[in-house]
Structure formats: structure tokens, C-alpha cells
């Protein structure tokens, strides 16, 4: 019986990681945004202070990234989501870069 346990246990996460890898393999796993509230052109000009302040509420350099985040959203009318990162649904806002090459927009 205690056999017959163990196998229905291992089939059990045996199926569960089948299906894990399923699902992300059809974009249904990690970070999923909707395109409607991030991406190029998901913001309105009078939106974007409210968005910086959402994106620079956890740096210490918080003058200086609003005022770079203004000046990109201003631009592509996008901000990604989260504090830092996710900076791969807005384009624009992803490839702007300064003249030494580094990221303008944080």
C-alpha cells in the first residue's frame, strides 16, 4: 500500500511540473503585463508625473530619476512597470540611450 502511495505522489509532481513547463513554454508563466497599461503609447502626457512617481518612489536619487522619467515618458508616452526593470515592454523607453551608450531613462 505505502508503495502504491509513493507512486501516485510522484506521478502527481511528475504531472505538475509537465504542466509548468507547458505553460511557460506558451508565455503563460513569469511576467505577464497587460498591453493595455504598459507598452509604447499605453500613457496619456498628463500621466506621466503620476507614473514617475510610481517608477522613482524607491531610489535615493529620486530628483534626478523623475526628472529622467519625465523626459523619456514625455517621449514614448510609456513607463514600465515596478521600481526598476521591466524595461523590455517600452522599447523606446528601453533604447534610448545616452552618448557614452548607457540607459537615459531609468
Not at 511540473?17 to 511576467?31: D, E, K, P, R
Not at 507598452?39 to 503620476?50: D, M, V, W
Request: include cysteine; hydrophobic fraction near 25%.
Amino acid at each position: 500500500m505505502a508503495k502504491l502511495v509513493a507512486a501516485f505522489f510522484l506521478a502527481l509532481i511528475a504531472i505538475s511540473m509537465l504542466q509548468t513547463m507547458v505553460m511557460a513554454s506558451h508565455g503563460h508563466g513569469g511576467h505577464h503585463y497587460d498591453q493595455k497599461h504598459y507598452g509604447p503609447g499605453s500613457l496619456k502626457s498628463y500621466q506621466c508625473p503620476s507614473q514617475c512617481t510610481r517608477r522613482c518612489s524607491k531610489t535615493q536619487y529620486h530628483k534626478p530619476c523623475m526628472f529622467f522619467c519625465q523626459k523619456c515618458c514625455s517621449k514614448c508616452l510609456c513607463v514600465p512597470p515596478g521600481y526598476y526593470g521591466n524595461k523590455a515592454v517600452c522599447p523606446c523607453y528601453n533604447n534610448w540611450k545616452t552618448k557614452e551608450g548607457g540607459p537615459k531613462c531609468p
